[in-house]
């Protein structure tokens, strides 16, 4: 594949300065037009954190400061997670013999009054790892611990989730569970984009979550929103090229879903990840921070695989959460406040002690701004 | 947390997993996501697993439009 093309000289095309900077010349310039339509600066969306932390880590968001307003949505599994969903992870570590695994990001996020790394500090057994796969493996290396793998993420994430629960299957381990609390990107976009009173002119795309959704299943939002939108890869070039994109479809008053990221995302997407989403997961109605219940926005393990299922296997009480009414988390993920504007950022909220989630991961909207300072 | 890892395939194992590399670093990861994967392709990797391929030609077939859109945009 690729021909004579090498892989490393394709990357660093993508991270190459000179192209970078004849992208955001180009941005200022689409911006400029697409400002005179709007009657303001044009407000772009990312829903996704990797999306997030590149924008302010490689200075998009400081050099197109005054042209364009990036603003971060609903894309950061961690924060979107609920309070409610962060206090279960917490009452399964707390049940004797059960160890929590899960990606590092989970630790720090607060729920309701805890965290699964406070918790750790009270004797709960919580450990981080890097995939589902290595949960399994220790599942099989600690036949008398019940572990139960945190499942969180989109659409990217759910597939390998599923793919584990398949091992653990055939592997005949029975001691290895997932808590489901996976989420989907398309219902959440229908919810955001037909908010009342949010300004917003345009959405980056997750490029990876549509690597398993393809690019078409989005294009909901061009033909009955009308919101410009484009598929976006993670080098400063992808999110540029999709940048400058989106300002011309504002500038033309031309609506599409495009796709700059063509070399990993197709147009109906990875039907084999499709498959084993469907085979192991259904959707359900699922709670977002800041949004509330969203209809069919979720992944639920199917019946025929319930004893992989660690709220059938466990059966906790359902917590009676509650968010902490200091902290706007909420008004951040859904386009209605920058993270500056609220009154505990960076005051009573910092990297070093979070009061929500976006302050806590590292793809966070209000930890970016915190760190990079715009 | 997409966090996606552009990877070379060194290796291509009987049980499926491959070698990856991603400059100089080599860890194993699962292919059953992704059809026909062989040495020298590149895959995204999430999370342990190959998700998606990286098709370097349609990347920089992408670039080189650019060029054009550049030209005509500025």
């Known amino acids: ?374 | 947390m997409c966090l996606g890892i552009p990877a070379k395939i060194l290796e291509v194992n009987v049980d499926g997993s491959a070698l990856v590399d991603y400059m100089g670093v080599r860890w194993r990861v699962g292919t059953s996501l992704v059809e026909h994967v062989a040495p020298g392709d590149y895959v995204m990797v999430h999370a342990g697993e190959a998700i998606e391929r990286v098709d370097l030609a349609t990347g920089k077939e992408v670039l080189r439009m650019w060029e054009d859109i550049l030209k005509a945009w500025t």
């Open chain 1, 1 to 374: 594949m690729g021909g004579h093309i090498k892989g490393v000289d394709l990357i660093d095309a993508y991270r190459d300065p000179g192209l970078a900077s004849r992208l955001f010349e180009c941005a200022r310039m689409r911006s400029l037009t697409a400002a005179e339509r709007l009657g303001r600066v044009p407000v772009i969306m990312d829903v996704c954190g990797t999306h997030t932390a590149v924008i302010s880590s490689a200075g998009v968001r400081t050099a197109l400061s005054g042209y364009v307003e990036f603003r971060s949505g609903p894309g950061c599994p961690v924060c979107v997670t609920s309070a409610g969903d962060v206090d279960l992870a917490v009452q399964m570590a707390r049940i004797p013999g059960v160890c929590v695994t899960t990606f590092g990001d989970m630790m720090r996020v607060p729920g309701s009054s805890t965290s699964l790394q406070e918790e750790t500090a009270q004797g709960a057994r919580v450990k981080v790892v890097s995939s589902p796969s290595s949960a399994v493996a220790y599942a099989s290396a600690h036949p008398d611990v019940e572990v139960v793998f945190l499942g969180v993420g989109f659409e990217t994430t759910a597939p390998v989730v599923a793919l584990s629960i398949a091992e653990a299957k055939s592997k005949r381990i029975p001691n290895y569970t997932v808590l489901c609390l996976h989420k989907l990107m398309p219902p959440v976009l229908d919810v955001l984009v037909r908010e009342p009173g949010v300004t917003l002119d345009g959405l980056l795309l997750p490029g990876h979550v549509c690597s398993i959704t393809g690019r078409a299943v989005f294009d909901f939002l061009a033909r009955e929103y009308r919101m410009p939108s484009v598929v976006a890869g993670f080098e400063v070039v992808d999110v540029l090229m999709a940048t400058c994109w989106i300002l011309h479809m504002i500038a033309e008053r031309s609506p599409k879903v495009a796709n700059v990221y063509r070399r990993v995302v197709r147009e109906t997407g990875n039907q084999k990840a499709k498959d084993v989403i469907d085979k192991y997961f259904r959707p359900i109605d699922s709670a977002w921070r800041g949004f509330g219940l969203i209809p069919r926005s979720g992944l639920q393990i199917k019946e025929k695989y319930l004893r992989f299922d660690a709220m059938h296997r466990f059966t906790p009480d359902l917590p009676d959460s509650t968010d902490k009414p200091e902290c706007h988390c909420g008004d951040v993920l859904r386009g209605r406040i920058r993270p500056s504007d609220c009154t505990a950022f960076g005051t009573v909220c910092t990297p070093v002690k979070p009061l929500g989630p976006c302050m806590v991961s590292q793809e966070g909207a209000c930890a970016a701004h915190f760190r990079y300072g715009a």
